[in-house]
């Protein structure tokens, strides 16, 4: 966390810096990433900690490989939109005895903006945030599907993009995820709670068209 907010202010600084590259808007680009995922951890609910007599409650989770893309468009020379979708193919979560309970894959859809400034000629950096609904499948220790709430939430972003030529730039961002605790149920009986929250390093590319 005290990293994250160091990068944040770092970037905050770079961002007062006057900009000295072409300008953004109007054009149109593809992004794509790959990176590790840092998951909160989850719970089970009292009942099954009751119910089978568990010394805790906590689920521990795994940190995660993860990767995505996405479409940019530059609204003015400094703001840009972005939609984006970012894949966790597992994650996986253990109990104090520290066996593996639960395996959870999420696909994270968002919209967001991001305000931008060239430090350098071939320098950018960005802050960026936006609104994101978490998909989301559940399995148990011996691979049985459960049931898992969507939900929805947001996310903020810093991030720098490195032009290599006018139209291929490498990117690297770290991002939070922040979303409400999702019911995981089976049978019909919420048995435990999936908290979304991670923060996320990812690198990749983005082409621009024109």
Do not use: C
């Not at 989850?42 to 689920?59: I, K, P, R, W």
């Not at 940019?72 to 193919?89: I, K, Q, R, S, V």
């Not at 960026?128 to 903020?156: C, E, M, P, Y």
């Amino acid at each position: 966390m005290r990293r994250f907010i160091a990068f944040m202010t770092i970037a905050l600084v770079l961002i007062a810096a006057n900009a000295m590259a072409d300008s953004i808007k109007g054009r149109l680009g593809v992004t794509g990433q790959l990176g590790f995922l840092s998951p909160n951890n989850s719970q089970y609910t009292e009942g099954v900690v009751s119910a089978f007599g568990l010394s805790s409650d906590n689920l521990k989770s795994s940190g995660a490989f993860t990767g995505g893309g996405g479409l940019f468009y530059g609204l003015t020379d400094h703001w840009a939109l972005e939609a984006e979708a970012l894949h966790t193919p597992q994650i996986d979560y253990d109990d104090a005895s520290g066996a593996k309970v639960l395996e959870i894959a999420t696909t994270d859809v968002s919209l967001g903006i991001q305000f931008r400034n060239n430090v350098e000629q071939d320098l950018a950096v960005y802050l960026g945030g936006g609104v994101d609904v978490l998909f989301s499948n559940v399995k148990d220790g011996q691979g049985h599907r459960g049931d898992i709430d969507t939900v929805v939430g947001g996310h903020a972003k810093v991030g720098v993009d490195y032009f290599i030529t006018h139209y291929f730039a490498i990117n690297a961002d770290v991002r939070g995820i922040f979303a409400p605790e999702a019911d995981i149920k089976s049978g019909g009986i919420t048995v435990a709670k999936y908290d979304p929250i991670a923060w996320a390093g990812l690198v990749g590319v983005r082409l621009f068209f024109y």
